[in-house]
Protein backbone atom coordinates (compact mmCIF):
# COMPACT_ATOMS: atom_id res chain seq x y z
CA UNK A 1 0.00 0.00 0.00
CA UNK A 2 1.71 3.55 -1.39
CA UNK A 3 2.78 6.03 1.74
CA UNK A 4 0.73 8.66 0.22
CA UNK A 5 -2.88 9.02 -0.64
CA UNK A 6 -3.44 7.86 -4.18
CA UNK A 7 -6.35 9.11 -6.64
CA UNK A 8 -9.53 6.51 -6.88
CA UNK A 9 -9.18 4.00 -9.52
CA UNK A 10 -8.21 0.32 -10.55
CA UNK A 11 -4.94 1.04 -12.33
CA UNK A 12 -1.38 0.19 -10.83
CA UNK A 13 0.18 2.24 -7.88
CA UNK A 14 2.32 3.46 -9.82
CA UNK A 15 0.55 5.22 -12.45
CA UNK A 16 -2.12 6.59 -9.66
CA UNK A 17 0.75 7.85 -8.04
CA UNK A 18 2.27 9.46 -11.05
CA UNK A 19 -0.80 11.28 -11.62
CA UNK A 20 -0.53 13.27 -8.39
CA UNK A 21 1.33 15.78 -10.46
CA UNK A 22 0.46 15.44 -13.96
CA UNK A 23 3.43 17.14 -15.19
CA UNK A 24 5.93 16.06 -13.09
CA UNK A 25 4.58 12.10 -13.49
CA UNK A 26 4.53 13.11 -17.77
CA UNK A 27 7.65 14.01 -17.17
CA UNK A 28 9.08 10.69 -15.44
CA UNK A 29 7.24 9.13 -17.73
CA UNK A 30 8.85 10.94 -20.76
CA UNK A 31 12.27 9.91 -19.33
CA UNK A 32 11.39 6.42 -18.87
CA UNK A 33 10.22 6.30 -22.63
CA UNK A 34 13.57 8.12 -23.85
CA UNK A 35 15.37 5.71 -21.94
CA UNK A 36 13.52 2.60 -23.19
CA UNK A 37 12.67 4.17 -26.89
CA UNK A 38 15.44 6.43 -27.61
CA UNK A 39 18.88 4.89 -26.35
CA UNK A 40 21.47 3.48 -29.07
CA UNK A 41 22.03 0.96 -26.41
CA UNK A 42 21.55 -2.79 -26.97
CA UNK A 43 19.15 -4.48 -25.09
CA UNK A 44 21.64 -6.93 -23.00
CA UNK A 45 23.72 -3.83 -22.13
CA UNK A 46 20.76 -1.69 -20.92
CA UNK A 47 19.16 -4.67 -19.46
CA UNK A 48 22.27 -5.53 -17.38
CA UNK A 49 22.91 -2.25 -16.57
CA UNK A 50 19.17 -2.13 -15.83
CA UNK A 51 18.83 -4.91 -13.44
CA UNK A 52 22.16 -4.46 -11.24
CA UNK A 53 20.68 -1.14 -10.09
CA UNK A 54 17.58 -2.84 -9.44
CA UNK A 55 19.51 -5.38 -7.15
CA UNK A 56 20.95 -2.15 -5.63
CA UNK A 57 17.59 -0.37 -4.87
CA UNK A 58 15.69 -3.52 -3.62
CA UNK A 59 13.00 -2.23 -6.14
CA UNK A 60 10.49 -4.82 -6.80
CA UNK A 61 8.86 -2.97 -9.58
CA UNK A 62 12.70 -3.16 -11.11
CA UNK A 63 13.54 -6.66 -10.27
CA UNK A 64 9.82 -7.83 -11.69
CA UNK A 65 10.32 -6.13 -15.12
CA UNK A 66 11.84 -8.32 -17.88
CA UNK A 67 12.16 -7.06 -21.49
CA UNK A 68 10.64 -9.99 -23.74
CA UNK A 69 10.47 -7.74 -26.93
CA UNK A 70 13.83 -8.67 -28.19
CA UNK A 71 15.39 -11.95 -28.69
CA UNK A 72 18.57 -11.24 -28.25
CA UNK A 73 17.97 -10.29 -24.38
CA UNK A 74 19.01 -11.06 -21.35
CA UNK A 75 17.89 -14.90 -20.36
CA UNK A 76 15.72 -15.45 -16.78
CA UNK A 77 19.26 -17.34 -15.69
CA UNK A 78 21.58 -14.01 -16.69
CA UNK A 79 18.53 -11.79 -14.81
CA UNK A 80 18.42 -13.93 -11.75
CA UNK A 81 22.94 -13.90 -11.60
CA UNK A 82 23.43 -10.29 -12.00
CA UNK A 83 24.82 -9.59 -8.64
CA UNK A 84 27.88 -12.19 -9.39
CA UNK A 85 27.72 -10.60 -12.95
CA UNK A 86 31.61 -10.85 -12.79
CA UNK A 87 31.05 -14.77 -13.58
CA UNK A 88 28.21 -15.16 -15.54
CA UNK A 89 30.32 -16.70 -18.54
CA UNK A 90 27.62 -15.69 -20.62
CA UNK A 91 28.57 -11.49 -20.74
CA UNK A 92 30.13 -9.75 -23.17
CA UNK A 93 32.96 -7.33 -21.96
CA UNK A 94 30.60 -4.24 -22.45
CA UNK A 95 28.18 -6.19 -20.68
CA UNK A 96 29.99 -6.33 -18.03
CA UNK A 97 31.57 -2.98 -18.33
CA UNK A 98 27.57 -1.90 -18.40
CA UNK A 99 26.85 -3.42 -15.22
CA UNK A 100 30.17 -2.42 -13.47
CA UNK A 101 29.31 1.48 -14.39
CA UNK A 102 25.60 0.95 -12.94
CA UNK A 103 27.19 -1.10 -9.94
CA UNK A 104 29.51 2.08 -9.33
CA UNK A 105 26.90 4.79 -10.28
CA UNK A 106 24.66 3.68 -7.35
CA UNK A 107 27.30 2.53 -4.96
CA UNK A 108 30.78 4.50 -5.31
CA UNK A 109 30.03 6.89 -8.05
CA UNK A 110 32.76 8.65 -7.31
CA UNK A 111 35.19 5.74 -7.34
CA UNK A 112 34.76 5.52 -11.55
CA UNK A 113 38.87 5.98 -11.41
CA UNK A 114 41.19 6.67 -14.48
CA UNK A 115 41.21 2.71 -14.72
CA UNK A 116 38.00 1.94 -14.76
CA UNK A 117 37.65 4.92 -17.36
CA UNK A 118 40.12 3.41 -19.72
CA UNK A 119 38.32 0.17 -19.49
CA UNK A 120 34.45 2.05 -20.38
CA UNK A 121 36.26 4.03 -23.31
CA UNK A 122 37.78 0.86 -24.58
CA UNK A 123 34.10 -0.73 -25.21
CA UNK A 124 31.95 2.04 -25.49
CA UNK A 125 31.77 5.86 -27.30
CA UNK A 126 31.71 8.70 -25.43
CA UNK A 127 27.80 9.08 -26.67
CA UNK A 128 27.40 5.24 -25.15
CA UNK A 129 28.59 6.45 -22.07
CA UNK A 130 26.68 9.49 -21.35
CA UNK A 131 23.11 7.24 -22.42
CA UNK A 132 24.43 5.16 -20.05
CA UNK A 133 24.44 7.66 -17.35
CA UNK A 134 21.25 8.96 -18.17
CA UNK A 135 19.66 4.98 -18.34
CA UNK A 136 21.17 4.43 -14.74
CA UNK A 137 20.14 8.33 -13.33
CA UNK A 138 16.45 7.07 -14.40
CA UNK A 139 16.61 3.98 -13.03
CA UNK A 140 18.54 4.12 -9.62
CA UNK A 141 16.03 7.77 -9.08
CA UNK A 142 12.57 6.48 -10.26
CA UNK A 143 13.31 3.02 -9.25
CA UNK A 144 14.04 4.45 -5.58
CA UNK A 145 10.80 7.57 -5.62
CA UNK A 146 8.77 3.56 -6.46
CA UNK A 147 10.50 2.45 -3.14
CA UNK A 148 10.22 5.54 -0.57
CA UNK A 149 6.28 5.56 -1.67
CA UNK A 150 5.85 2.10 -1.95
CA UNK A 151 4.26 1.67 -4.89
CA UNK A 152 3.80 -1.25 -6.75
CA UNK A 153 2.00 -2.66 -9.77
CA UNK A 154 0.04 -5.78 -9.63
CA UNK A 155 1.89 -7.71 -12.28
CA UNK A 156 5.17 -8.81 -14.14
CA UNK A 157 6.31 -5.82 -16.58
CA UNK A 158 7.25 -6.85 -19.95
CA UNK A 159 8.78 -4.19 -22.27
Known amino acids: MARVELPDGDGDELLRLYSLSPAMGAAAGNFTGAVYGDSVLPTRVREAARIRIAEVNQCPVCLDTRTTSDPDGLTEEEYLAIADWRSVGTFSSRERIAVEFAERFATDHLGMDDDFWQRARGEFSDAELFELG ?16 DAGVSCRIEL
Open 134 to 149: VCCASWLGLGRMTQIF
